[in-house]
């Protein structure tokens, strides 16, 4: 291999390959790869010093879209320390108590009257606030998002409770909380929910499950049948596209 273009024509080849339907027990089976690439020695001298930034490069690719070659650079490098920062905070995130959950109003505009609210989650490192948008995807690769998405539904169940018992308007108000696509492939989430609900002692009508439209086609049969068995508990369940 003499040089970029060689490792990208190989990169190409591995994915064309994987890419087509392979049999298995009379079954189609399709696969898909992000691969990360780093040149001797442009990048580094040592094995592990080029495994390192493939790697690196090798999250890029999937960040841009997965099914994707990407080459290692410098900018690699940082996100990476950046990522591992984040990878190392997030396991003693919710010992430490640093995440929070605010809430967001919903207004009828006809009547100008609160109909609810929208739980969202926040989390503060180290005197820093890190985006969701950021961290989420890192705790959902990590394998942590149902231990966090546990967290916020028994939070936002108590503090429902709480509301509903001190304001008598709550009674009448849902709280809406986002969900990810991993949460509804436990095949138990819904047990979690009926464990907030009841510890909190708060009715499965005042609870609102948010998915995306891509938590329904990654893997659309389990995941409607765990969106029914959360139905079946009374909880209402909305489509954010």
């Known amino acids: 291999m003499s040089g970029a273009l060689d490792a990208k024509l190989v990169a190409e080849d591995i994915i064309r390959e994987l890419s087509m339907p392979h049999i298995i027990d009379t079954h189609e089976v399709y696969a898909q790869a992000s691969i990360g690439i780093a040149m001797y020695p442009a990048v580094g001298d040592s ?5 390192h930034a493939a790697d690196s490069a090798m ?9 994707r070659i990407c080459f290692y650079e410098e900018k690699l490098h940082q996100d990476a320390e950046t990522r591992n920062h984040i990878v190392q905070a ?10 929070e959950i605010v809430y967001q109003p919903k207004i009828n505009l006809a009547s100008c009257e609160m109909i609810g609210v ?6 503060k490192c180290q005197g820093e606030m890190i985006p969701p948008d950021v961290f989420i995807p890192i705790a959902e690769d990590m ?13 936002v169940c108590r503090q429902m409770g709480v509301w509903q018992r001190k304001y008598k308007p709550c009674l009448n108000m849902r709280v809406s909380v986002n969900v990810s696509p991993r949460q509804l492939r436990t095949g138990a989430f819904d047990l979690t929910i009926k464990n907030a609900l009841r510890n909190a002692s708060l009715s499965a009508q005042c609870l609102d499950i948010e998915i995306t439209e891509t938590a329904v086609m990654e893997n659309p049969d389990a995941v409607v049948m765990e969106l029914e068995r959360i139905r079946n508990l009374g909880v209402s369940i909305s489509i954010d596209d």
């Open 47 to 51: 094995g592990e010093e080029l495994m």
């Open 59 to 67: 999250y890029q690719a999937k960040k841009s879209g997965r099914h």
């Open 90 to 99: 997030l396991n003693v995130a919710i010992a430490k108590n640093e995440f």
């Open 118 to 123: 929208e739980a969202l989650l926040r989390w």
């Open 143 to 155: 394998g942590k998002i149902s231990e966090i998405g546990e967290w916020v539904l028994n939070s």
